[in-house]
């Protein structure tokens, strides 16, 4: 057998990695495209970008135990197939419905290779600061991909249908399946960690019913039956769910683990950078093609300020680890991210102001991403890796989906009563600016440019009070991080 280099294992699981997270946000230059062709409606176009966060969020714990129980080579390579297979149906997928029944199928695959991605990391770097680079480039790679996938997306369809950005992941996946039976180390499964069906059903009921309330009080004339059924289905789902790791004895999530305030820090920055990275992102890549009339690739190459400062933010931000705290790392990091967005959020009508925002808001959300990822494996018994990846991943993929879910629908609410409020009429114009633009496209001209200049403004209303919210998150988690640090260390030095 071929001696295993760690940085080569390292190299394995980020392309597939890179895969995942890009899948996150491919979608968002390829919305208007897809939306046209496919004729999807406003909500079924939400339910498009967010099944695959959505999915991925409530089968990632029982991926991590299952992960520790089978071992973590073997979940990465049947997560390798699945996506492949997924893949190939989302890129020829004729419905809406077929498509996000095939998002669905990539998460099923995501939620297999994601917790087994940074387990492998652990287990195969075994000096301290080796592991946290390896640690801080694989953040760089979440954060810069999920950052970067716009940017693929809008140059995948300069030459090709969209279903060309599901299918370019098929060689990837084939390259990294032959390598990672070649070179990834099996390491050790540990057959007496606990897998909970039942729990892991509970939580995907959970997170779906809170969603689907969520998307229902956003739109137009919300149906107050859906939303309380919805939001009653999810809230007892989620109980139930926590009532199960309470009483068992050997529970698929440790919730003693969130009894370390550093765990717990790691957790919330996780949640809050991944729900702005996403969210706000859906925000501009809407704006800059729907508004400003961008192509996707002009669009994408706008924004690449993202992911760029995210790309070098993670390993630097790795580095630095070495001398500073990774909570007081994840601070400072979540509120530089919040000042970027802000800055975004007041000039975005100026480009050289956003293009400065969005290096900012990058730079923070992958040193955060880094900071967050350490606190949270770093400060897990090595015997519930598996456990604590899960953790860490379900953060990200919950705060992703709820990022889109919560800011999208934030978006659409604000646009669609903008939009009402400055006089505008028509269902589908007012149900999104989408929808306004083909209105507009059969009215005479002087009725047609009122009413893109009324959605327009709508829209950008919109997208202001989006990033205000993402801004003033981030900043608040920032000082409770901070406080709960402080106190961590307060308490270690009068130990």
């Known amino acids: 057998m071929t001696a295993r280099s760690p940085w080569l294992v390292l190299a394995i699981v980020s392309s597939a990695l890179f895969l995942i997270v890009i899948d996150m946000t491919v979608l968002y230059t390829a919305l208007p495209t897809l939306t046209r062709d496919l004729g999807a409606s406003a909500t079924e176009k939400l339910w498009i970008v967010n099944a695959y966060s959505l999915v991925v969020a409530g089968l990632l714990p029982g991926a991590g135990a299952l992960g520790d129980r089978y071992g973590h080579r073997r979940m990465f390579a049947i997560g390798l197939v699945i996506f492949?297979?997924?893949?190939?149906?989302?890129?020829?997928?004729?419905?809406?419905?077929?498509?996000?029944?095939?998002?669905?199928?990539?998460?099923?695959?995501?939620?297999?290779?994601?917790?087994?991605?940074?387990?492998?990391?652990?287990?195969?770097?075994?000096?301290?600061?080796?592991?946290?680079?390896?640690?801080?480039?694989?953040?760089?790679?979440?954060?810069?991909?999920?950052?970067?996938?716009?940017?693929?997306?809008?140059?995948?369809?300069?030459?090709?249908?969209?279903?060309?950005?599901?299918?370019?992941?098929?060689?990837?996946?084939?390259?990294?399946?032959?390598?990672?039976?070649?070179?990834?180390?099996?390491?050790?499964?540990?057959?007496?960690?606990?897998?909970?069906?039942?729990?892991?059903?509970?939580?995907?009921?959970?997170?779906?019913?809170?969603?689907?309330?969520?998307?229902?009080?956003?739109?137009?004339?919300?149906?107050?039956?859906?939303?309380?059924?919805?939001?009653?289905?999810?809230?007892?789902?989620?109980?139930?769910?926590?009532?199960?790791?309470?009483?068992?004895?050997?529970?698929?999530?440790?919730?003693?683990?969130?009894?370390?305030?550093?765990?717990?820090?790691?957790?919330?920055?996780?949640?809050?950078?991944?729900?702005?990275?996403?969210?706000?992102?859906?925000?501009?890549?809407?704006?800059?093609?729907?508004?400003?009339?961008?192509?996707?690739?002009?669009?994408?190459?706008?924004?690449?300020?993202?992911?760029?400062?995210?790309?070098?933010?993670?390993?630097?931000?790795?580095?630095?680890?070495?001398?500073?705290?990774?909570?007081?790392?994840?601070?400072?990091?979540?509120?530089?991210?919040?000042?970027?967005?802000?800055?975004?959020?007041?000039?975005?009508?100026?480009?050289?102001?956003?293009?400065?925002?969005f290096a900012v808001m990058g730079a923070g959300i992958g040193a955060a991403m880094t900071a967050a990822s350490s606190a949270i494996m770093l400060n897990a018994p090595a015997d519930r890796a598996g456990m604590a990846a899960s953790v860490e991943e379900v953060s990200y993929e919950l705060g992703g989906a709820l990022g889109i879910a919560i800011l999208g629908s934030l978006l659409a609410g604000i646009y669609s009563a903008s939009f009402a409020g400055a006089g505008g009429s028509g269902r589908e114009a007012t149900d999104s600016l989408d929808g306004a633009l083909a209105l507009a496209a059969t009215l005479p001209a002087p009725q047609a440019d009122r009413l893109i200049a009324t959605a327009n403004a709508a829209f950008d209303h919109a997208t202001g009070m989006v990033a205000l919210a993402a801004g003033l998150v981030l900043l608040a988690a920032a000082w409770w991080i901070g406080r709960i640090n402080r106190a961590a260390r307060g308490v270690q030095q009068g130990a």
């Open 84 to 357: 492949g297979l997924a893949s190939l149906a989302a890129g020829f997928a004729p419905l809406p419905v077929m498509l996000i029944a095939a998002r669905a199928g990539l998460a099923l695959g995501a939620a297999a290779m994601m917790p087994a991605t940074l387990s492998i990391i652990r287990q195969t770097f075994e000096d301290p600061d080796d592991r946290a680079l390896a640690i801080g480039i694989w953040a760089a790679v979440a954060s810069g991909g999920a950052a970067l996938g716009p940017v693929i997306g809008g140059a995948l369809l300069q030459h090709f249908h969209w279903g060309a950005v599901f299918l370019i992941n098929l060689p990837v996946v084939l390259a990294a399946l032959v390598l990672t039976i070649a070179f990834v180390p099996r390491g050790k499964a540990h057959g007496h960690h606990p897998f909970d069906p039942a729990g892991s059903v509970l939580i995907l009921v959970g997170l779906i019913g809170i969603t689907l309330a969520i998307k229902e009080i956003a739109k137009p004339a919300p149906s107050a039956t859906v939303l309380v059924l919805s939001a009653l289905v999810g809230l007892a789902a989620l109980a139930l769910f926590l009532r199960r790791l309470r009483r068992s004895a050997s529970p698929m999530i440790d919730l003693a683990l969130f009894r370390d305030p550093r765990f717990a820090g790691g957790v919330i920055g996780a949640v809050v950078s991944a729900a702005a990275l996403l969210g706000v992102q859906l925000a501009i890549t809407q704006r800059l093609q729907l508004v400003q009339g961008l192509s996707p690739l002009e669009a994408g190459l706008f924004s690449l300020p993202i992911p760029l400062a995210a790309f070098v933010a993670g390993p630097v931000a790795g580095l630095m680890m070495a001398r500073m705290d990774a909570g007081r790392l994840l601070a400072w990091s979540l509120a530089a991210s919040g000042a970027g967005i802000l800055a975004y959020g007041m000039g975005f009508g100026h480009p050289a102001l956003a293009l400065g925002s």
